[in-house]
């Protein structure tokens, strides 16, 4: 028989409609009871299990079904065990006749259960707004792709020759056409002198065939495109309240260099703000920009040494590490889990901005390529890139793209053996090649 560790337990199976909650059979004559999942019959599931004197309590990740119950069990004072499906899955032993609520509560009762990461309430509220942004910014793409097809259909070709239709000069020219102006030349003259595409090709981009409707849609794609900059705006506002928060008063005061703001990026120092929660310029690593270092704090909270102790578990949330499945001593399988984490697409996207970036980092991105292939390459890059966050972070280090593997010496030294061998290989080649030849 198990040792029981946690003797006043709970387990919870979540559904949308339904709730069901198991206790041990020692706790009451009905250890299984079931709750509807309004907000009065949660707060009634709370209470019948603080008088029964429950202290933790058991849950899968079930969709988004979980999360009211979650808070709610927490205002009542309760630890709250949100649990890997997979892991419940897992664990041997379970009969047929056992529902999904006793088997949690069982496992917990163990302590065979391991909780997931939560962040705390002001770091979700800060990832809620991040979240929302990508979503406003996607929303902000699928309607630059109805401007863009309303005047295809009048062949208007202004996104052939110009990079950004929301842009100064494309947002001028399309103002222009939407309130009735036809004539290409005067269209024409909104052209901004720093644009590559000569005044020729712009003229000539629009010579249209006019049709009212598609005027219409492209109004209606312009309106939709403003009405979400200003939620874009909105959101920032939100978050950089939210930030604001973090700021740790221990950390010595001190101006970060500006950056200049690239599209879309949000309309605040997020810089300064990074800066003055952690204490060092994490926007200093190669490829990491506002927008991912901002997705990553939303994600991990500030208090990172606190949240995930080693760096072994860090990398295992960010899902950059493979997952080894072993028998007999032998790897049988290693493969990164197909896991979603905002976190760790974070730090791939700025390990996949490196491709043409001569620095270290884009030089180890095209050997492991060159190696693995592009996926891995990108993902190993990825976890270099997250280990040095980590280390800069944790211990209050300022940016160095050697902290892992050595000085510059030590890496010029390996690139150098690296390069060698790649031109002995191309020699040899060489000589086969001529042998055959001759």
Not at 302 to 317: A, D, G, M, T, V
Request: hydrophobic share 35%; charged share 25%.
């Amino acid at each position: 028989m198990a040792k029981i560790i946690n003797p006043n337990a709970a387990g919870i199976d979540i559904a949308s409609n339904v709730h069901y909650v198991a206790v041990s059979e020692d706790k009451c004559e009905n250890p299984v009871r079931s709750f509807k999942g309004f907000t009065r019959d949660l707060h009634i599931l709370s209470k019948w299990l603080v008088d029964l004197g429950i202290k933790t309590v058991a849950m899968e990740s079930t969709g988004a079904y979980w999360f009211q119950l979650y808070t709610i069990l927490l205002d009542y004072g309760m630890e709250v065990f949100l649990v890997n499906a997979a892991h419940v899955k897992n664990v041997p032993g379970r009969k047929s006749d056992v529902i999904d609520a006793q088997w949690l509560q069982e496992l917990h009762e163990n302590g065979y259960l391991t909780a997931c990461f939560q962040p705390d309430n002001l770091t979700r509220e800060l990832r809620t707004y991040v979240r929302l942004r990508k979503q406003i910014i996607k929303e902000m793409a699928t309607e630059t792709q109805r401007m863009q097809k309303a005047m295809v259909n009048m062949n208007i070709k202004l996104h052939d020759v110009i990079s950004d239709i929301n842009g100064r000069t494309g947002r001028a020219i399309v103002d222009a056409i939407i309130d009735g102006e036809r004539d290409p030349k005067r269209l024409a003259s909104f052209r901004n002198r720093r644009i590559k595409c000569s005044e020729e090709n712009l003229l000539k981009s629009l010579e249209g065939n006019w049709r009212d409707e598609q005027v219409f849609c492209l109004k209606m794609a312009r309106d939709k495109y403003v009405e979400l900059e200003r939620h874009l705006q909105k959101t920032d506002q939100e978050s950089e309240r939210i930030i604001k928060l973090f700021t740790n008063t221990d950390i010595e005061e001190k101006k970060v260099k500006s950056r200049p703001r690239q599209n879309k990026q949000p309309n605040f120092n997020v810089g300064q703000y990074l800066y003055n929660v952690h204490g060092v310029d994490v926007l200093e690593i190669f490829g990491f920009k506002q927008t991912g270092a901002l997705t990553v704090l939303s994600e991990t909270g500030p208090n990172l040494k606190e949240n995930f102790p080693s760096l072994k578990q860090f990398h295992s949330w960010l899902n950059l590490v493979p997952n080894n499945e072993i028998s007999g001593g032998k790897i049988l399988k290693s493969k990164v889990r197909k896991r979603k984490n905002h976190a760790g697409q974070a730090f791939r996207e700025a390990a996949n901005g490196l491709w043409n970036s001569h620095n270290p980092f884009g030089d180890y991105l095209r050997t492991k390529k060159a190696k693995s292939g592009a996926g891995p390459a990108v993902i190993a890059t990825a976890k270099k890139i997250a280990t040095i966050y980590y280390k800069m972070v944790t211990e209050k280090v300022e940016f160095d793209p050697y902290i892992i593997d050595g000085n510059r010496q030590v890496y010029l030294q390996k690139r150098a053996k690296s390069l060698s061998k790649t031109l002995e290989s191309i020699n040899k080649q060489l000589s086969e090649i001529e042998k055959l030849a001759s």
